[in-house]
């Protein structure tokens, strides 16, 4: 099975802000991101486990995909609390480790921005969906303005990568899920964190449900 290497700083420094982001604002949109799965689910780059909290009971099991140790360990402790089944195996998302078309469903919040090959993940994504299966996705991507995508050009070719657990801010994962054999069924853009100074490099944030063709 292919791995990524551990990251041990960034492993630590994500666990501890998604879980205090939660009472910020994060709850409520993991509420909405999962609102409507159903069957069996593969999450890919589960993290801590943050989102094993929010399923809905329509939810039969989920395979929740993780390549960092560390990350890996919290999300296997968050699966025992779960309202849902949550299997936690390592991975990446590149070679997931299912067969095809396994899944009625597949979450992904906060990781494409950061795979080393998002073409090569979304197509796993296609792979291991059901025909008419869907893809319900929380990400940042590019910026619509000039001004802040070349700030974002700028970030994800020196600093942003290597501090930020290899995510980059100037993705455009929407063309890219589209690209990949997916439909957009519902789509919401909007900008998190709500800051009043304009400083914030990840935004817009993209909020929707894609149907595998």
């Not at 666990?15 to 939660?22: D, L």
């Not at 942003?160 to 100037?170: A, E, Q, R, Y």
């Amino acid at each position: 099975m292919t791995t990524a290497k551990s990251r041990p700083i960034f492993a630590r420094l994500w666990a501890r802000g998604a879980a205090a982001a939660e009472s910020r604002g994060t709850a409520e949109l993991r509420d909405r991101l999962l609102a409507e799965v159903a069957g069996r689910v593969v999450e890919v780059g589960a993290g801590s486990g943050t989102n094993f909290a929010h399923y809905p009971p329509a939810v039969t099991e989920v395979l929740a995909v993780e390549p960092e140790p560390r990350l890996r360990a919290l999300a296997a402790e968050a699966a025992a609390r779960a309202p849902v089944p949550v299997t936690v195996v390592g991975g990446v998302a590149s070679a997931l480790p299912a067969d095809e078309s396994a899944f009625d469903e597949a979450v992904v919040s906060l990781v494409l921005c950061s795979v080393p090959d998002q073409t090569a993940a979304l197509a796993e994504l296609r792979r291991v969906l059901r025909p008419g299966g869907r893809l319900h996705v929380w990400e940042h991507m590019r910026a619509s303005t000039a001004g802040l995508a070349r700030t974002q050009r700028v970030l994800d070719a020196t600093v942003w990568p290597i501090f930020g657990g290899g995510c980059h801010t100037g993705r455009d994962t929407v063309g890219a899920i589209q690209g990949a054999g997916f439909t957009f069924e519902r789509l919401e853009l909007f900008d998190f964190p709500q800051l009043r100074i304009n400083v914030n490099p990840t935004k817009p944030h993209v909020l929707g449900t894609a149907v595998r063709g």
